[in-house]
């Protein structure tokens, strides 16, 4: 049963809200006032997407990895690859790329970027000398 409500609490529901009840059983009573929490307020979690464009992206992992960043670069030129713009960007960022995994000590793709970088800009020496440090450095473990 509900006796009175705080006149100083809201009814609406983003406020917490006072009541009290007073339970009789038998031989008993009891009052007890509650104060229930506001509904938690729900806030959208960040966008996954970058907000960076392309060219944005290549440019500050390329900094990064000057810097000798590469681990913080890696996921940068990964995006800026990933958004596939078909132009010196993408070019640039699958050289980049490609050249921070081998700088991390990874070889999974990096031929791969190379040859994108190539087919997006033409042969230039720094791609054929570092395919040629890839090729070195990882090897052809299959021939073992």
Known sequence: MLDDEDPQASSTGDVPRTVRETVTLEATTLV??????PPPTTTEPPSEEP?????ELNDEGFRLMQAGEFEAAQPLLEQAVAAGTGDLTEA???YNLAFTL???GRCDGVLEL????EQLQGKRKEISRLRREAERG???NDED
């Open 92 to 94: 640039y960022a699958s």
């Open 138 to 140: 990882c090897g052809r």
């Open 32 to 37: 007890q006032t509650v104060t229930t929490a």
């Open 102 to 104: 081998l700088s991390l």
């Open 51 to 55: 907000t960076a464009s392309p060219s």
């Open 114 to 117: 190379l040859a994108r970088s």
